[in-house]
């Protein structure tokens, strides 16, 4: 069946950075488009950009322009978001969501990363 | 910034029919999802389109959109239909999310 698979929970430092991964199966990764989206605890769903795994080509929300990288490995069928230059208010379940075009709904959620960003 | 409203909290009593609703300005020129989430799971879509049902929900989950509002009802809800429910929409290239309403059936 589809799934997305996502990477285990991560510790980090205030400044450090942090990789989330996000592993496809089930249907052809390069006709998804892969979308993250996180939400701080007891808070809303904030998204956070898109990567098509065709083409690489990547769309951020304004708020993380400058601080998110979104990359993509079709050999593996992966997904990865980096987060650089962390704070505690980064601290949050990153999930990953598939969509089948750009600026379309997600139809296959990830179980989602739980990020923790404390000194 | 575009913003997409909802109301905190909605209740209702189990059969009964909910409403919940997804306010921002001119929703109705753009396509509106409705994703569900019980505490500690992903979200789940329960419509896409303003108004499709993805295989696998209940019939009882529709959705409609026009104007400002866009509107998620459950008909009969049940009680394992409490949960936290989010609209969704873009506006350009970005992906907005409402503030999430949380239903409560008793």
């Known amino acids: 069946q589809v799934q997305l698979v996502q990477s285990g929970a991560e510790v980090k430092t205030p400044g450090a950075s942090v990789k989330v991964s996000c592993k496809a199966s089930g249907y052809t990764f390069t006709d998804h488009y892969i979308h993250w989206v996180r939400q701080a605890p007891g808070q809303g769903l904030e998204w956070v950009g898109w990567?098509?795994?065709?083409?690489?080509?990547?769309n951020y929300a304004q708020t993380f322009q400058g601080w998110v990288t979104m990359t993509r490995d079709t050999s593996i069928s992966t997904a990865s978001m980096e987060l650089s230059r962390l704070r505690s208010d980064d601290t949050a379940v990153y999930y990953c969501?598939?969509?089948?075009?750009?600026?379309?709904?997600?139809?296959?959620w990830g179980k989602g990363t739980t990020v923790t960003v404390s000194s | 910034s575009y913003e997409l409203t909802q109301p905190p909290s909605v209740s209702v009593s189990p059969g009964q029919t909910a409403s919940i609703t997804c306010s921002g300005e001119?929703?109705?020129?753009?396509?509106a999802s409705w994703y569900q989430q019980k505490p500690g799971q992903s979200p789940v879509l329960v419509i896409y389109?303003?108004?499709k049902r993805p295989s696998g929900i209940p019939e009882r989950f529709s959705g409609s959109n026009s104007g400002n509002t866009a509107t998620l009802t459950i008909s009969g809800t049940q009680t394992m239909d409490e949960a936290d429910y989010y609209c969704q929409a873009w506006d350009s290239s970005n992906g907005i999310f409402g503030g999430g309403t949380k239903l409560t059936v008793l």
């Open positions: 001119k929703l109705g020129d753009n396509f």
């Open positions: 969501a598939r969509s089948i075009r750009d600026h379309y709904y997600m139809d296959v």
């Open positions: 389109q303003d108004n």
């Open positions: 990567i098509n795994p065709n083409s690489g080509g990547t």
